[in-house]
């Protein structure tokens, strides 16, 4: 069965400096991977996806993401941190065709400081 | 507004009550998929509807039961409610029966058992 990791439950930064959200994903077959963002007392607001195609997806709000199979990784960036996002994000796994349901990693909550 | 709509935001209720939660998915969209997001748990998958079938059941307790009618809005009904069933519910739609291209997320029903 998939699953994913998401590596440290909080990362703090400053603003300006470089966001590294990192995702590790399990999966014996070639997984669809996301990440979405979820702002305070809101949704779950897409971010990027990963559909087989490029392997460095971009994303909205500047932040982009890479696929490496062979470190089974799928780590969000960006690379000047901004205030507005601090948020919590979380990244996803789904198999691909069927009735396949999205599983979420238990999230890392970013905090940004002036 | 991301087109998932969610009725009611905000529901208080007492232990060994039962509740209806409402979503209309996002228009065009035929799955709707129900998840529980708390502090200890995180995101759980709770159940998947497609054009009116139930499609694919995760960690959802016997107490609950969804449906989705005709015209594709769902409805999540939680009975003999406990404590441990207070959390954020999240109903989420697709147009297609899977994920490969992501969910679209309602902004929730939080729920406390009191």
């Known amino acids: 069965a998939q699953s994913v990791t998401q590596l440290g439950s909080h990362v703090s930064v400053s603003e300006g400096a470089l966001v590294l959200l990192r995702c590790n994903y399990s999966s014996s077959v070639p997984p669809y991977l996301f990440w979405y963002v979820q702002y305070p007392n809101q949704g779950l607001q897409l971010l990027l996806k990963?559909?087989?195609?490029?392997?460095l997806v971009k994303g909205i709000n500047g932040f982009e993401a890479e696929f490496k199979k062979s470190e089974t990784s799928f780590h969000l960036t960006k690379p000047s941190a901004h205030m507005s996002d601090a948020a919590e994000y979380f990244c996803a796994v789904s198999l691909s065709g069927g009735y396949n349901k999205l599983i979420f990693g238990a999230g890392t909550r970013l905090a940004v400081h002036p | 507004d991301s087109g998932v709509t969610q009725t009611p935001k905000h529901l208080i209720t007492a232990t060994g009550q039962r509740v209806t939660l409402r979503c209309s998915p996002r228009s065009g969209d035929l799955s709707v998929y129900w998840y529980q997001q708390s502090l200890d748990q995180g995101l759980q998958f709770l159940i998947q509807y497609y054009n009116g079938e139930e499609r694919a059941k995760g960690n959802i307790l016997e107490r609950f039961s969804a449906q989705q009618f005709p015209d594709l809005h769902s409805e999540l009904n939680l009975s003999s409610l406990e404590l441990g069933d207070s959390a954020l519910y999240f109903c989420a739609s697709s147009p297609q029966r899977g994920s490969n291209y992501g969910y679209t997320f309602g902004s929730g029903t939080r729920l406390t058992v009191v």
């Open positions: 990963y559909t087989s195609a490029a392997t």
